[in-house]
């Protein structure tokens, strides 16, 4: 019994934890907390894990700092079809150049030769409706979707790799994971992160950088 209650603390605190370190990497100068409503033993765990890690970015944003980075953060298919339809007032043009050749019957029969040019102008209306290019639109859609999804689904293990690892003063791993991150979001992981620390220092508070 007494273990299922200290489970259930450090679930508590964990949880606690990560609200609190959320809160405090957006919060800005002066502001107030309110991590001293936690009591106790989960009170002592979540302000452990805050102040070992006071400057992390939530996992969200990095998840979308790196899908930005990979030019994912936009969804091109809709302007790909929206210019496909339109394009079908544009004519197709067709100029041609070629020789005629005659036979005159007259006092004095003779062939006549000439040149005769062709110019065609054809529209292909039932574009607008529907343009065979819409398929590859819509494959090339699903595939990025498909690619968000695997990027957010690495970025997120190796967050929480790094903050396991981080909790766990596991320097070699955390320093793992944070490169990986730092590849994943093109550098600005780290960047963010010496921002908050810069700001959290000129407000007076201190902060634990690994």
């Excluded at 005769?116 to 819409?134: K, N, P, Q, S, V």
Aim: hydrophobic share 45%.
């Amino acid at each position: 019994m007494r273990a299922n209650i200290v489970t259930l603390a450090t679930a508590l605190a964990l949880v606690l934890g990560l609200t609190w370190s959320a809160r405090a990497y957006a919060q800005p100068c002066g502001a107030t907390r309110d991590d001293d409503v936690v009591g106790d033993e989960a009170g002592a765990w979540a302000g452990a894990w805050a102040d070992a890690r006071p400057d992390t970015p939530p996992v969200s944003a990095v998840v979308a700092a790196a899908i930005r980075a990979a030019g994912l953060d936009h969804d091109p298919g809709r302007s790909f079809v929206r210019r496909a339809r339109l394009a079908a007032l544009l004519p197709w043009l067709t100029v041609r150049a070629g020789t005629n050749t005659s036979w005159h019957v007259d006092d004095d029969p003779n062939i006549g030769r000439g040149t005769a040019y062709e110019a065609r102008a054809t529209w292909r209306l039932d574009r607008l409706a529907f343009d065979g290019h819409e398929l590859q639109v819509a494959a090339m859609t699903a595939a990025r979707r498909r690619e968000r999804r695997r990027l957010a689904s690495r970025v997120i293990k190796a967050y929480f790799t790094w903050r396991r690892a981080t909790m766990a003063r596991s320097g070699s791993r955390a320093d793992e994971a944070a490169a990986e991150l730092d590849a994943l979001t093109d550098g600005w992981f780290t960047e963010v992160r010496r921002t908050a620390s810069e700001t959290r220092t000129a407000c007076g508070d201190p902060v634990a950088t690994p």
